[in-house]
T-cell receptor, first 113, second 112 residues
């Protein structure tokens, strides 16, 4: 059984479009995250939710809006996509908030043309 | 620069050799973790070492932590081709930030 799943795995779209990435975890974890991994493999946290409450919101353009309908789901909606948004986006979860072991999804490779 | 920086950026060894990767960080930490990322996949947690621990083992993995030097090392013994991956250190900073900060990783290539 997949612990942390993301859809879609690949997303190719044009500049200016709006797109969403979905994430679900079946681990019963309280905390979920979105990370962006750039072409140099650097992994940067974007958002963190704990029991549906936003607890970390790094310096991310407000074109990015996370939504957590319940603690098992954390979706990422991106408006007005730009070339610089091309990256791999990872969802992750941890049992509770804080510096605990994190479980990662397989990633969504977003390509903006 | 980043909280966690791995060294070297890339490492190529022969199967059976040991691989050592280092991580340096800047601020005090609660714990440090190592993750592996196979090409095109998500990160997988390998090991967590707390700030009051100096060494930890898990199978062929050995992690050391030197808080006075703000550094950690990951040793993979008797490497296998399947160990080919990128390895990241991540720190839980003692700032109440409630999140991990990842380095940029070491790309390990194990030649069969």
């Amino acid at each position: 059984d997949t612990a942390v799943s993301q859809t879609p795995k690949y997303l190719v779209t044009q500049m200016g479009n709006d797109k969403s990435i979905k994430c679900e975890q079946n681990l019963g974890h309280d905390t979920m995250y979105w990370y962006k991994q750039d072409s140099k493999k650097f992994l940067k946290i974007m958002f963190s939710y704990n029991n549906k409450e936003l607890i970390i919101n790094e310096t991310v353009p407000n074109r990015f809006s996370p939504k957590s309908p319940d603690k098992a789901h954390l979706n990422l909606h991106i408006n007005s996509l730009e070339l610089g948004d091309s990256a791999v986006y990872f969802c992750a979860s941890s049992r509770v908030q804080g510096g605990y072991e994190q479980y990662f999804g397989p990633g969504t490779r977003l390509t903006v043309t | 620069s980043q909280q966690g920086e791995e060294d070297p950026q890339a490492l190529s060894i022969q199967e059976g050799e040991n691989a050592t990767m280092n991580c340096s960080y800047k601020t005090s930490i609660n714990n440090l973790q190592w993750y592996r990322q196979n090409s095109g996949r998500g990160l997988v947690h390998l090991i967590l070492i707390r700030s009051n621990e100096r060494e930890k083992h898990s199978g062929r993995l050995r992690v050391t932590l030197d808080t006075s030097k703000k550094s950690s090392s990951l040793l993979i013994t008797a490497s296998r081709a399947a160990d080919t991956a990128s390895y990241f250190c991540a720190t839980d900073m003692d700032t109440g930030r409630r999140a991990l900060t990842f380095g940029s990783g070491t790309r390990l290539q194990v030649q069969p």
